[in-house]
């Protein structure tokens, strides 16, 4: 049986588990539990009817987690349940876990009604019942102290009517990633290989994207033009989905991750971003996303800006095009967009206007910014779940042309400090995109800070920095301190073309 009542001698190995940091900082009580504290909760618990104490063991008969019911009411038919699996459990053991919880909770326990309290700083706790199925209900504000601040704490449900339907698309999503399972129970007998979807399927770096996460992942594409697929993406890997303007984008998206059991949306077009984050805690699947705060800010050039400067960081003179002039040469270009699109260097107030008008976008649409001379940078930010830095990847850019061309990895100090500087102004989860400039002297300037991934993604993958595990392994620690991922320096992009011609009948 894959689940069995905790009993006396279980108590040595979930003490260990439950004094891992990694366990403990999720918990309400998070100081580091002693034998004897243990051995009399334990006999506390033996007393009392509302709760249940389980381990969970693996198809070898190794114990990998436990699992608890609280305030069991037989008279209500619901009760509260959690979690934690071992800091050696093998990969995928979460799910695994949660299956065959959930099947006893409704089943065996009769549960009408299971809730769970997840504090608003476990990230990743919240992220894993939205994918098993859970809703959330509310939200207690700052229901828990943990002796140094007040935290909200978010209650999620399920009801014994909605189980069968998630526990289906749990298991068919297993078996779409090619693990057998062991007959009616849920052990797996393959390690669990995760799903990801880009956006933006048709974009320079889906190639390499591909080329450098298949060996580890099932790798999908998306995108609103059926015909950007890029040559080497299978016709099976590739989907075709709604403008981010179209009423339906929300909805359709959401429902192709659903059918291809997707683990991990990585959005890569500046329009879906907001959409998307809005949904970010109320879908089953993870997204590669910071915040709605962080993606409104970031995508309005001057209200990023702003921000910035008065968090105290040094950025470019930057002003609304309808609030005043900067000294020419200066650099005007839209308030919101992506590339290089309607960018451009003037030379004086008549070049200015003409490029407004040529451009024909309103004048408030536009601000202009101080020239800055330097070398331009790339930088990947790496942020895990719980908004901890993963990792800084600066890239030189030696050639663009709306995006980067030509461009090489490299261990600057100056530009990894200013950018750890940047998160810890606004420290979020997820990937995004600094763009800076670094002058002769040293100085370190943003000019736009994009907040999703970008064409360059590939580059830092390439380099070592696994950015989709970074972010979705609940495994890794998250300590504040915690060291940067490090990089191979000096590798080199170079894009080119591949022209693909064929015959129609």
């Known amino acids: 049986m894959p689940l069995r009542p905790l009993t006396e001698t279980d108590l040595p190995l979930v003490l260990a588990w439950r004094n891992a940091p990694s366990v403990r900082q999720a918990m309400y009580s998070h100081h580091e539990i002693s034998l004897e504290e243990h051995l009399a909760w334990f006999q506390k618990t033996q007393n009392d009817p509302t709760t249940q104490w389980i381990v969970y063991y693996d198809q070898s008969n190794n114990p990998q987690g436990v699992v608890y019911f609280t305030e069991v009411s037989i008279k209500q038919r619901s009760a509260f349940w959690g979690f934690y699996a071992s800091p050696d459990a093998n990969s995928g053991v979460g799910v695994r876990m949660a299956l065959e919880a959930l099947d006893f909770a409704f089943g065996e326990l009769g549960l009408a009604k299971l809730s769970a309290d997840v504090l608003a700083t476990n990230a990743r706790s919240e992220s894993f019942h939205r994918k098993v199925g859970f809703s959330e209900e509310g939200n207690f504000r700052e229901q828990h102290f943990n002796g140094k601040q007040r935290i909200d704490v978010r209650r999620f449900g399920m009801l014994a009517s909605e189980w069968p339907g998630h526990c289906s698309r749990l298991s068919e999503s297993i078996e779409q990633t090619g693990q057998k399972l062991n007959g009616d129970r849920r052990d797996l007998q393959m390690p669990v290989r995760q799903r990801l979807l880009f956006t933006g399927g048709g974009g320079a770096g889906s190639e390499a994207l591909l080329r450098l996460l298949s060996p580890e992942y099932e790798v999908f594409f998306a995108d609103a033009d059926p015909h950007a697929k ?191 500087a940047i998160h810890s102004a606004d420290p979020v989860s997820g990937c995004y995109n600094i763009q800076l400039i670094k002058t002769a002297a040293g100085d370190v300037l943003p000019f736009e800070i994009n907040p999703r991934i970008s064409t360059t993604s590939c580059l830092g993958l390439a380099a070592g920095v696994n950015f989709v595990a970074a972010f979705l392994e609940s495994e890794m620690p998250s300590e504040s301190n915690i060291a940067l991922l490090d990089f191979h320096e000096h590798v080199h992009l170079s894009r080119s073309w591949h022209n693909e011609i064929t015959f129609s009948k």
């Open 230 to 420: 890029p040559f080497p993406i299978a016709a099976e890997q590739w989907h075709q989905i709604p403008f981010a303007t179209d009423p339906r984008f929300v909805e359709e998206v959401t429902a192709l991750c659903q059918r291809l059991g997707i683990d991990l949306l990585v959005p890569g077009v500046d329009e879906e971003l907001l959409p998307l984050a809005r949904i970010l805690r109320t879908v089953s699947f993870d997204i590669l996303l910071p915040s709605v705060s962080f993606v409104e800010r970031h995508l309005d050039k001057l209200t990023s800006n702003e921000f910035l400067r008065y968090s105290g960081l040094p950025v470019p003179q930057t002003k609304a095009v309808t609030e005043g002039r900067l000294d020419f040469p200066c650099i005007v270009k839209p308030r919101s967009g992506r590339g290089s699109r309607n960018v451009a260097t003037v030379f004086s107030e008549n070049e200015l206007n003409a490029h407004i008008v040529m451009s024909r976008l309103p004048q408030e649409a536009f601000i202009v910014q101080q020239l800055i001379i330097g070398h331009e940078y790339t930088v990947m930010m790496v942020a895990d779940k719980d908004a901890v830095l993963r990792a800084v990847v600066p890239v030189f850019v030696e050639t663009k042309k709306g995006i980067t061309l030509r461009a090489h990895t490299i261990k600057d100090s100056r530009v990894i400090s200013a950018c750890v």
